[in-house]
């Protein structure tokens, strides 16, 4: 297996919102890049996942090797979504995983704060944390919980054996899912400076998300929050 290097980023971020801030720390580890999955069909697996030394408080996203599904790891357990039909996936608990680009971190307290009721779409977030942090070191992992009114959800879902040269063919196979009026979790990734690295190249953002009961699970493409319901949690130092 090709061992990619790791870029261990220190990361201090202030949140304005706040009457009196204090920057957190968050140490952010990237494994592989994206574009390289993506343009150079590089699909086999940079990371085994049960390689992790320190699995105490581990939170992290990416996809499965081959393109074939997509990982979460949140507060030290590792999920496994794969698609079984138009209608079905399925999510097991599993470290057992090989993934062609990974970005995780160890967080073991998060800094609680109601989100804005006028915060209620990817791009209303997106804005929201950019404005946030302007002045502070990124990138950052957060957190989001709360009642999704809807959501869609990817799980990529590669045919084995398939090539890939460019995002089209990386995304054939690929199955979204729906969600409606549910209690869900978020897993995200924010940085201005990791565009085709670990987000894609017309946002800000890598998310993943969970149900409350972890029946469903996959990358988040669109979301409308419901107002009053919606925590953000950002690392605490």
Same mark, same amino acid.
């Given at each position: 297996?090709?061992?990619a290097?790791?870029?261990t ?8 919102c ?5 920057p957190?720390k968050?140490?952010?580890t990237?494994? /592989?890049?994206?574009?390289? #999955? ?5 699909l086999?697996g ?6 992790i @030394?320190n699995? @105490?408080n ?9 393109l ?5 790891? $949140?507060?030290?357990?590792?999920y @496994?979504?794969t698609? #079984?039909s138009? !209608?079905?996936?399925r999510v097991?608990e599993t ?8 970005g995780?971190a160890n967080?073991p307290n998060?800094?609680e704060?109601t989100m804005?009721?006028?915060?209620r !779409? ?5 804005? &929201?944390l ?5 002045s502070s ?5 957060? %957190? #989001? =919980? ?8 990817h $799980?990529?879902n590669l045919?084995k054996?398939s ?9 054939k196979?690929?199955i979204n &899912?729906?969600?409606e009026?549910?209690?869900?979790d978020? $897993?995200?990734?924010f940085?201005t400076?990791? %565009?085709a690295?670990? !987000?894609h190249?017309? !946002?800000?953002?890598?998310m993943?998300?969970? =149900?409350?009961?972890? %029946?469903k699970? /996959?990358?988040?493409?669109?979301? =409308?929050?419901?107002?009053? =319901?919606i925590k ?5 130092e």
């Amino acid at each position: 297996m090709k061992i990619a290097a790791q870029i261990t980023l220190i990361l201090f971020v202030a949140f304005g919102c706040e009457s009196q801030s204090q920057p957190f720390k968050n140490d952010v580890t990237i494994v /592989g890049a994206m574009r390289n #999955v993506m343009w150079k069909g590089e699909l086999e697996g940079n990371i085994n996942l049960d390689t992790i @030394k320190n699995k @105490k408080n581990l939170f992290g996203l990416g996809p499965v090797e081959y393109l074939a599904g997509e990982i979460l790891i $949140i507060d030290g357990i590792s999920y @496994k979504s794969t698609v #079984v039909s138009d !209608t079905e996936m399925r999510v097991e608990e599993t470290y057992n995983i090989n993934a062609p680009f990974f970005g995780y971190a160890n967080i073991p307290n998060w800094k609680e704060q109601t989100m804005p009721n006028s915060i209620r !779409t990817i791009q209303d977030l997106e804005q &929201y944390l950019d404005q946030s942090s302007k002045s502070s070191s990124r990138p950052f992992m957060f %957190k #989001v =919980t709360g009642i999704v009114n809807n959501a869609k959800i990817h $799980i990529v879902n590669l045919p084995k054996g398939s090539k890939v040269s460019s995002p089209d063919e990386a995304h054939k196979g690929q199955i979204n &899912y729906q969600i409606e009026n549910e209690l869900a979790d978020i $897993i995200g990734f924010f940085s201005t400076d990791h %565009k085709a690295i670990f !987000t894609h190249h017309d !946002t800000f953002l890598h998310m993943h998300l969970i =149900t409350n009961d972890r %029946k469903k699970m /996959g990358h988040l493409d669109d979301v =409308t929050f419901k107002p009053g =319901t919606i925590k953000l949690y950002l690392p605490k130092e």
